[in-house]
C-alpha cells in the first residue's frame, strides 16, 4: 500500500516522479505528493486525489530541480487529505520524507519530538520519521536516516531529501519493498521496477535493514553498520507494455485477456520426459511423500485460489488440506508437524498477514512453499520453495490473470503430490496435464465467444443492489471469487454460497428479479446445482447461469446462459472463473464505475 519512487540524474524529476507515480497508483491512490529539490530549498506539492490531480497542478510549475521523491497514498493513519499527504517535512522544511510501511511506535515518538517543540502539521505516523531526520543530520542523510530507524518499530520503504545535501536520495526498507535502478541519465527508486521499466530492467531488489545513497553519479550501498555492501543485480524481462493498456480502455480487461498467455507460460517447461517437475520445490520425491497435512493460506482472490486447491490436493494425491484466510490462521493454533506442507499464496507476496502467517508457520517446524506473483518479493524471500505465477505485472487492482496464474499454478503442485504419493499414474499426469493445457485455447474461445451473453446478464443486472453465487463442489469455490469481483469493482453487495446452504437461510433473500448467478457447468454435482436454482426461480430469482456448451437444458431454468466450453471438472475454475470477471467488469462500466482502481482498495496490503 502506497508507492515511493524517487530520482536523481541529469534530468528534470518532476516528470519522472510524475510518470513513476501513475504506475505506482495500484498501490493507493487517494493523495499523492512530490518533494523536488529547486535551486537550494525543497519545493513540496501535495494534493488530495489522484496522481493527475497532483499532475495538473504541477503543470503550473515546471520544477527544473534533477533530484525529488513522491509518494502516492492509500491512507492508514490519518483521513486522506492534503496535510496528510506526502511528501512529509521537518520543521524547518530542509528535509522531505516518503514513506510505505507503518510506523508503530509513532504515537509515543511524537509525544517526544512535540515535547522537544516540534510541530507536526498531519495527523500520519511518517511525519516523525521527517523530525528524526531534522534532529539526526549533521551533514550526512544517510547516517541520519540509519539513525532515525534506529528508533521506529513497524514497516517502511523510506526514502529522503534534503536541502542541505544537493543531489543525494537516502532511502532504507523493512518490510516494504524498495528496488533501485541506474538508468544511462540516473538513479532511480520505487517500490516497484515498474516505475522504471523504460530506464532499466537491471534493478537492485533493496534487503532488509539496507541503506542506499544515490545520486547523479552513481549509488552506494551499505548495512545497518553502515559498512559497503555488494549489490545483487535481477534482471527483470519485463516487457515497456506491461506499464501501458495496449488499446484496451483499461487495464483489467487487458489482463483478462492475457490469461490464455498466462497458462501456457505457467505450463512452460512442467513436463520433462512425461514427468511433472517443480525444482524450485527443492524437495525429492521421498520429502514429498512424507508430506501428510496441507494448510493453503492466502487472502482474498489468492485465498479462492486456494479453495480450489483444497478440491484438487484432496481428490488427486489424498492428503487432508485446509485453506485459511492468513488473517486467521496466524493468530490459531494449527496442528503444525514436520510432514506439514504450508503454501502461501500472494500475488504481490507483500501482504502483511499472509508474511506474518509464514513466519509463524516456519518457527512451529513447517515447510512452506510461496506462490507469487513477484520476483524476490518478500513471501519468495522467506519461503522454503517458490513457484512464480507467470502472469507479469498486473495493475488492475481487482486480480484476474494472477488469479489464474495461482489455479494453474497449484494445479500442478496437486498433481506433484499425486505424483510423488502414487495416486496418479504417469499416463493420467500427461493426460490431466494435456487437458490443462488445452485450457489455454478454451480462455481464448470465451474471450473470442461469450461477450453478448455476458453483456446481456450484466444489464440485466446492473441495477440490482444484491447479489448470490452459487455452486457446488469446484462451483462454490468459484463462486466465492466471482462475487468478490463484483462487489469490489462494482460496489454491488454480492455474496457466495455452496448452493446446497441455499434453503438454510440465504434464500429468503431471494424475492422478485434477485440476482442468482449459477456455476451449472457439467460436474458431478450437475443435477443437484439445477434444483437449488430451481428453488430460487420458484421464488423469484433471475436467474443467470454459467453453462457447458451444449447443454440446451439449463435454459428452462435459466433467464441468461452463458456458455463455455466443455472441461473436466478439475479445470472448470480456469475457465468459468473468466465469464465472472467480465460480468464484473460488465456491471461495473454500466454503472460507471473505475474498474481499475475501486475506491478504499489498493493492489497490495501491507498492513494488517
Ligand atoms: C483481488 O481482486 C483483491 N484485490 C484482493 O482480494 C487480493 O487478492 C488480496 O488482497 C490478496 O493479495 P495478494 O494476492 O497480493 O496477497
Known amino acids: 500500500m502506497c508507492g515511493i519512487v524517487g530520482y536523481t540524474g541529469k534530468r528534470p524529476a518532476q516528470g519522472i516522479l510524475i510518470q513513476g507515480l501513475t504506475r505506482l497508483e495500484y498501490r493507493g491512490y487517494d493523495s499523492a505528493g512530490i518533494a523536488v529539490q529547486e535551486g537550494d530549498s525543497l519545493a513540496v506539492i501535495h494534493r488530495k486525489g489522484k496522481v493527475a490531480s497532483l499532475e495538473h497542478t504541477l503543470s503550473h510549475f515546471d520544477f527544473q530541480g534533477t533530484c525529488g521523491v513522491g509518494h502516492t497514498r492509500w491512507a492508514t493513519h490519518g483521513k486522506p487529505s492534503e496535510a496528510n499527504a506526502h511528501p512529509h517535512t521537518s520543521c524547518g522544511g530542509h528535509i522531505a520524507v516518503v514513506h510505505n510501511g507503518i510506523i508503530e511506535n509513532f504515537a509515543e515518538l511524537r509525544e517526544e519530538l512535540e515535547g522537544r517543540g516540534h510541530v507536526f502539521t498531519s495527523e500520519t505516523d511518517t511525519e516523525v520519521v521527517a523530525h528524526l531526520l531534522e534532529e539526526a543530520y549533521q551533514g550526512d542523510l544517510v547516517a541520519a536516516l540509519r539513525d532515525a530507524c534506529s528508533r521506529i518499530v513497524g514497516a517502511y520503504g523510506l526514502a529522503a531529501v534534503c536541502d542541505m545535501e544537493p543531489g543525494v536520495i537516502a532511502v532504507t526498507r523493512k518490510d516494504s519493498p524498495i528496488v533501485i535502478g541506474q538508468g ?51 534482471h527483470v524481462d519485463w516487457d515497456l507494455d506491461l506499464a501501458e493498456k495496449g488499446g484496451y480502455p483499461d487495464f483489467m480487461l487487458k489482463e483478462i485477456h492475457e490469461q490464455p498467455r498466462v497458462i501456457r507460460d505457467t505450463l512452460a517447461g512442467r513436463l520433462v520426459n ?14 514429498l511423500n512424507l508430506i501428510d497435512r496441507v494448510y493453503v493460506i492466502a487472502c482474498g482472490t489468492s485465498y479462492h485460489a486456494g479453495l480450489i486447491a483444497k478440491n484438487l490436493i484432496e481428490g488427486w494425491a489424498r492428503i487432508p488440506t485446509e485453506c485459511e484466510v492468513a488473517s486467521e490462521f496466524r493468530y490459531r493454533n494449527p496442528i503444525i508437524t514436520p510432514t506439514t506442507l504450508v503454501v502461501a499464496v500472494s500475488q504481490s507476496g507483500e501482504t502483511a498477514d499472509t508474511l506474518a502467517a509464514i513466519r509463524d508457520a516456519r518457527v512451529k517446524g513447517a515447510r512452506v512453499f510461496g506462490i507469487t506473483n513477484v520476483v524476490g518479493s518478500p513471501v519468495a524471500r522467506e519461503s522454503d520453495g517458490v513457484i512464480y505465477t507467470k502472469a507479469n505485472k498486473e495493475i488492475a487492482v481487482a486480480s484476474t490473470k494472477s488469479f489464474l496464474g495461482q489455479v494453474v499454478s497449484l494445479t500442478l503442485l496437486a498433481m506433484l503430490l499425486a505424483q510423488a504419493k502414487g495416486k496418479l499414474r504417469m499416463n493420467q499426469i500427461r493426460l490431466l496435464f494435456r487437458e490443462l493445457a488445452d485450457t489455454a485455447e478454451q480462455v481464448e474461445r470465451i474471450l473470442a465467444e461469450c461477450k453478448p451473453s455476458i453483456e446481456e446478464a450484466a444489464r440485466a443486472c446492473k441495477d440490482a443492489r444484491n447479489a448470490l453465487f452459487i455452486g457446488r463442489g469446484m462451483g462454490a469455490a468459484i463462486s466465492y471469487e466471482g462475487a468478490l469481483k463484483l462487489k469490489e469493482i462494482s460496489y454491488l453487495h454480492a455474496e457466495a454460497y455452496p448452493a ?41 430469482a433471475m436467474i443467470v447461469a454459467v453453462a457447458t456448451e451444449g447443454d440446451e437444458d439449463i435454459k428452462q431454468h435459466a433467464d441468461h446462459v452463458i456458455y463455455i466450453p466443455k472441461v473436466r471438472d478439475a479445470f472448470s475454475a480456469i475457465t468459468a472463473s473468466v465469464p465472472l470477471q467480465l460480468f464484473a467488469r460488465a456491471i461495473a462500466i454500466e454503472r460507471g464505475c473505475d474498474v481499475d482502481q475501486p475506491r478504499n482498495l489498493a493492489k497490495s496490503v501491507t498492513v494488517e
Open 184 to 234: 544511462e541519465d540516473g538513479a532511480y527508486v520505487a517500490s516497484d521496477m515498474i516505475a522504471m521499466i523504460d530506464a532499466t530492467r537491471d534493478v537492485v531488489i533493496l534487503g532488509d535493514g539496507e541503506y542506499a545513497r544515490m545520486t547523479a553519479s552513481g549509488i552506494e550501498y551499505t548495512d545497518e553498520a553502515g559498512c559497503a555492501i555488494e549489490p545483487r543485480i535481477t
Open 500 to 540: 446446497g446452504e441455499m434453503k438454510h437461510g440465504p434464500i429468503a433473500l431471494i424475492d422478485e428479479g434477485f440476482p442468482v448467478i449459477a456455476i451449472a457447468t457439467k460436474s458431478p454435482v450437475y443435477d443437484k446445482v439445477v434444483s437449488n436454482l430451481q428453488e430460487s426461480k420458484a421464488r423469484g
Open 274 to 287: 512425461g514427468a511433472l517437475s517443480i525444482d524450485e520445490l527443492d524437495l525429492t520425491p521421498e520429502e
